[in-house]
Structure formats: structure tokens, C-alpha cells
């Protein structure tokens, strides 16, 4: 608990010096956040209606005892986290404050390289016929946002073993920050999907009837694009809102619950890679990302993984006895 609370004290303070340092007015893009709050605690908990059945199912079979002791610290990490994501939305919105969106020409150019010289999203538009785009909605946001987000909360509840906890907490916050702000930063980019708005029209022309024909465009993820796209043109401050796409941090969050499931059990290792591969090809399908951008999730966060599981992390901060 002591972990997540200076990772979340540090970020808390890092990331107020940038948005102060990069924004004319801090206070009022706060203050636009906190406004939208309520909507977007609305669209959070459309998406997460599952959750408290399966908190249900699961207080039912864990140790109850283990649980009710817990729960004072697992509701100190939801305020932690949710503290946490609004940090990450502010930095995500001031990114394209401090430059401008430059890396998405190389990163279709790799894309293209790595995949025989074609665009990968049209390799995964081969498989349009065969998916539900209501479902790969419901893989992509809801099943995906509140295990991302709230991570911490659920080691706290399920989980004895602090030193596998801390490791995934440091995994946590790695997934979010190093890849979500500092990589993101420093290869700004946009993706696919706004690539025709921002860069050459041409390049990615067949994309947009590609994603209409699917019937991405008329779904919840298009609108989401659209809402994004808007609010990066009026500057609005949303929470959830930014736009940016190497590397993914959808991937990446996966890439950190598969590991813990393998952790958890050897046996997960086949449904951990299967959720990872979904969830890669799913982010290049829905236009969201250029394949390089899951690569490299993938590849930094199980080298890690690795090496923190080599040597212990000295860094963590040892949890009071209990």
C-alpha cells in the first residue's frame, strides 16, 4: 500500500509541475476535468457493470475473513487510482502542448516493413465478416478499463503475497507512465485512424471505408474516436480524453494481466497469450494503433517482467507487517 501511495505522490507532484509548465492555465483544465467527472463516471460504470458480480462470485469463494480485512485498504487504492488515471489524463492532453504529433509516418513505414510491405490493418479487415463489432467493444473498452485502471485495487483484495504485489504495481505503474507518457511523448503519435487529419491523405485512404464498411465508425469505439478527435481540436479536458498511439498502453495493461495470470498458474500461460493476441490484433483492427505500437508493449513489459523477476526489486517499499 505504501508503494502505490508515493508512486501515486510523486506522479501526483510530477505531473502538476508539467501541465503548470506546459499550460496556460492548470487550474482551469482541472477544473474542466472534475466538471466532466460525472459523465464520465456515467460512461465508466456502463462499461464496468460487470464488476460487481464478479466481485460478488468471487468474495464468495475466497477467504471472507482475508477480504473483510482488506477492503479498508483496497478503498484507499481506488482513491489512489482514480487520483492516478486523472494525472495521466492531464499529461496525455498537455503532450501535444509540448510538440507536435511527428512519429506516425515512421511507424506506418515500419508497419509496412515488418509486414511484407502491406498495412497490417488490412490484413486483420480479411477477418471483418467473421467479428461483432459489439463484441469486440466489449473486449476492447469495458472488459479492458477496469482491470487496467484499477489493478492495484484488485492485487490488495486477492492477492497475500506483497512481494508479487508490489512487483505488479511497479508493473502497473510502468504500463501507464513509461509508456503511456514518457514513450508516448517522445514518439508522439496519433494513429491510424487520425493519420488522414494530420498527415498525408492519401496514405491511409482505404482505412476510413475500411472502418465504415465493419461498422466500426457507427459503433461506441468510432464515436469514442470522434469524441477524442473533437476534444483535441477544442482543447476540452475530459477524463479519459488525450490522443496517442505508440506505444499502446491497452496492450500493454494486457500484457501485465497475462504475466500475473502465468504467475498465478502455469496453466494460464495459453489464455494469457490468447488474451494478449486479441488484444493486439483488436488495436490494429479498430484503427486504433499501427502494429509496431503493441510490439513494443509487449517486448518492454515482459523485459521487465524478467529482469525484475531475476533479481528482486530492492525498490519496492517494504508494507508494514500486518
Known amino acids: 500500500m505504501q508503494?502505490?501511495?508515493r508512486l501515486t505522490a510523486v506522479y501526483l507532484?510530477?505531473?502538476?509541475?508539467?501541465?503548470?509548465?506546459?499550460?496556460?492555465?492548470?487550474?482551469?483544465?482541472i477544473a474542466e476535468i472534475a466538471r466532466a467527472l460525472p459523465q464520465s463516471i456515467g460512461f465508466f460504470l456502463h462499461l464496468a457493470w460487470w464488476v460487481v458480480p464478479a466481485f460478488v462470485g468471487m468474495f464468495l469463494?475466497?477467504?471472507?475473513?482475508?477480504?473483510?480485512?482488506?477492503?479498508?485498504?483496497?478503498?484507499?487504492?481506488?482513491?489512489?487510482?482514480?487520483?492516478?488515471?486523472?494525472?495521466?489524463?492531464?499529461?496525455?492532453?498537455?503532450?501535444?502542448?509540448?510538440?507536435?504529433?511527428?512519429?506516425?509516418?515512421?511507424?506506418?513505414?515500419?508497419?509496412?516493413?515488418?509486414?511484407?510491405?502491406?498495412?497490417?490493418?488490412?490484413w486483420t479487415h480479411g477477418f471483418a465478416e467473421r467479428i461483432s463489432i459489439a463484441t469486440a467493444d466489449r473486449i476492447y473498452m469495458a472488459a479492458w478499463l477496469v482491470p487496467a485502471m484499477y489493478l492495484p485495487v484488485l492485487l490488495i483484495l486477492f492477492d497475500g503475497d506483497q512481494t508479487r504485489i508490489n512487483r505488479f504495481i511497479w508493473l502497473y505503474a510502468f504500463a501507464w507512465i513509461g509508456l503511456g507518457n514518457l514513450l508516448a511523448l517522445a514518439f508522439l503519435s496519433a494513429g491510424p485512424v487520425y493519420f488522414d487529419r494530420l498527415f498525408d491523405p492519401d496514405l491511409f485512404t482505404a482505412l476510413p471505408p475500411a472502418l465504415d464498411a465493419a461498422g466500426i465508425t457507427d459503433s461506441a469505439i468510432g464515436r469514442t474516436q470522434t469524441k477524442l478527435w473533437r476534444a483535441f481540436?477544442?482543447?476540452?479536458?475530459?477524463?479519459?480524453?488525450?490522443?496517442?498511439?505508440?506505444?499502446?498502453?491497452h496492450v500493454g495493461m494486457v500484457t501485465v494481466f497475462a504475466l500475473y495470470l502465468f504467475e498465478r498458474h502455469r496453466l494460464m500461460v495459453i489464455p494469457g497469450i490468447a488474451l494478449v493476441a486479441t488484444f493486439q490484433f483488436l488495436s490494429v483492427y479498430l484503427g486504433w494503433h499501427y502494429a509496431v505500437d503493441g510490439y513494443a508493449s509487449i517486448l518492454l513489459v515482459v523485459a521487465l517482467w524478467i529482469a525484475m523477476r531475476k533479481r528482486p526489486v530492492s525498490a519496492n517499499i517494504p508494507e508494514k507487517s500486518r
Not at 473483510?68 to 487504492?77: K, M
Not at 494525472?87 to 515488418?114: E, G, N, S, Y
Not at 481540436?233 to 498502453?249: R, T
Open 13 to 29: 507532484l510530477a505531473g502538476g509541475a508539467v501541465v503548470a509548465l506546459f499550460r496556460d492555465n492548470p487550474v482551469v483544465l
Open 233 to 249: 481540436q477544442s482543447s476540452a479536458q475530459e477524463a479519459g480524453s488525450g490522443i496517442s498511439a505508440f506505444p499502446s498502453v
Open 61 to 122: 469463494l475466497a477467504p471472507k475473513r482475508d477480504l473483510l480485512g482488506r477492503l479498508p485498504r483496497a478503498f484507499l487504492a481506488v482513491i489512489l487510482c482514480t487520483a492516478f488515471f486523472l494525472v495521466f489524463t492531464m499529461l496525455k492532453t498537455t503532450m501535444p502542448f509540448i510538440w507536435p504529433f511527428w512519429a506516425d509516418p515512421m511507424f506506418a513505414a515500419l508497419d509496412r516493413v515488418l509486414h511484407l510491405g502491406a498495412d497490417p490493418w488490412v
Open 3 to 5: 508503494l502505490l501511495m
